[in-house]
């Protein structure tokens, strides 16, 4: 460095590696049958988007210089667009206004990159890390920084701008939102770590960016306003699109708490949430599959003619609660425990009251999957509805074990990775 570009490999972005893989292979299984149905005629161009955007986000994660992430990102971007667009109804308008926003959020990465350039004439994140500390007070620096973080910020749909998320997530194909919700904001919160720490330093973030109070007060209007409109809805799918944007909210925040137990919480939640949302949605998708709906009141005798599928999704529904032993808490855990130490009491109430809008909204789905519908009894009506084909329920099942178990090694995983990814304060 700083010549040529360069591919980093290092704690933080080996886990969000194995990530990426992880959902992309699982995805790819399971939406075997959704693409036939959804997409007969489309099957060659979704999967060669799937992998381009796989690619893409395989590329941010693993590259060392800050303009190749630009490409990356956009590469990335351009898939999703057009994995987003591929769904019916309402797709392509809601395709289109994160088009807009997509493209606003990384302008201003750009733009930023561009003072950073201009300060510094190097766009190795290396090289940019050893000389940046010497111009802490340099203006373009400066406006490079906030550039950066409010382009980054838009593109993982952070509390306030998060509106073009919901709609196109939910009216996107089953068998691209698997891929898209637990992939994008997390490599998206990824970026901002690496960019924060890994370039600017720490140091130079919370030293001379007076940001901590502005971003823990976004993140817990973004984790209670999410949770509010979550608990609004009746559309299973726009459901979970608010939880994300709520679980945005628990990793911007653990990060702007500036210290190292709330930033190993964050960095925690990107695997667990990640999975998290990879399971819920695989169960929205076989609901899809097996009644062409996606209400709550579908659920419906679900426990009786589902019990599989049905099982897994309270493994996932426990997990966003934040239950032991399934990951979820741990990172909740380790979230609270760091707004304790910041003494950020506002931040620890909105994950507490996340928690309990948590609960209730799934234990009123769990609620409505144990009633019996009247026609429940015929037999033409248990022919209707049965449980998921094996391609799509391996899968699920494997995603819902993995919560457990990596909530049983979340010790071994904080002290063995995740530990050696914080910086030291």
Same mark, same amino acid.
């Given at each position: ?101 997509? #493209? ?108 901590? #109070? ?26 979970? #699109? ?184």
């Amino acid at each position: 460095p700083p010549f040529g570009i360069e591919d980093v490999v290092d704690h933080l972005n080996a886990m969000v590696l194995v990530v990426i893989t992880f959902v992309s292979l699982i995805s790819i299984i399971y939406s075997k049958l959704i693409v036939e149905r959804e997409l007969p005629d489309k099957i060659p161009q979704f999967y060669t988007l799937y992998l381009l955007l796989t690619t893409g986000l395989l590329g941010i994660t693993i590259t060392g210089d800050a303009f190749n992430l630009y490409v990356l990102l956009e590469i990335s971007a351009l898939a999703t667009y057009a994995l987003l667009a591929l769904g019916k109804d309402r797709a392509l308008i809601s395709t289109f206004n994160y088009l807009i926003l997509g #493209t606003i959020g990384a302008s201003l990465y750009l733009l930023g990159v561009g003072h950073l350039y201009i300060a510094t004439g190097s766009l190795n994140m290396a090289d940019l890390f050893r000389i940046l500390p010497s111009l802490s007070g340099n203006s373009a620096v400066m406006v490079g920084f906030i550039l950066i973080i409010v382009g980054v910020w838009i593109k993982m749909a952070f509390f306030p701008a998060h509106g073009w998320l919901p709609n196109a997530y939910t009216y996107a194909p089953s068998s691209s939102i698997c891929l898209i919700a637990p992939l994008m904001t997390k490599v998206s919160v990824y970026i901002m770590i690496r960019i924060m720490f890994s370039v600017f330093s720490a140091e130079f973030t919370f030293a001379n960016i007076a940001w901590q #109070t502005a971003g823990v007060w976004c993140s817990v209007i973004a984790i209670i306003g999410g949770s509010l409109q979550a608990l609004a809805q009746r559309d299973f799918r726009k459901m979970l #699109t608010f939880l994300v944007v709520a679980e945005v909210g628990y990793m911007v925040g653990g990060v702007w708490l500036a210290n190292e137990i709330g930033i190993s919480g964050a960095i925690l939640h990107i695997l667990n949430d990640a999975l998290m949302t990879l399971c819920l949605f695989l169960v929205a998708g076989i609901l899809i599959f097996k009644t062409q709906r996606h209400q709550l009141m579908d659920f419906r005798g679900m426990f009786r003619k589902m019990p599989v599928t049905m099982g897994a999704f309270i493994i996932g529904a426990l997990s966003m609660i934040g239950v032991p032993p399934t990951c979820g808490f741990f990172s909740k855990w380790y979230l609270i425990q760091g707004a304790i130490e910041a003494g950020r009491w506002e931040f620890m109430a909105a994950l507490i009251f996340s928690s309990l809008v948590n609960a209730v909204l799934f234990f009123r789905i769990i609620e409505i999957g144990h009633v019996q519908h009247e026609t429940d009894s015929h037999d033409h009506a248990e022919e209707k509805i049965s449980e998921a084909p094996a391609i799509m329920l391996i899968p699920l099942v494997v995603v819902a074990i993995a919560l457990v178990v990596i909530g049983l090694y979340t010790n071994d995983i904080v002290t063995n990775v995740i530990q050696h990814a914080v910086p030291v304060l």
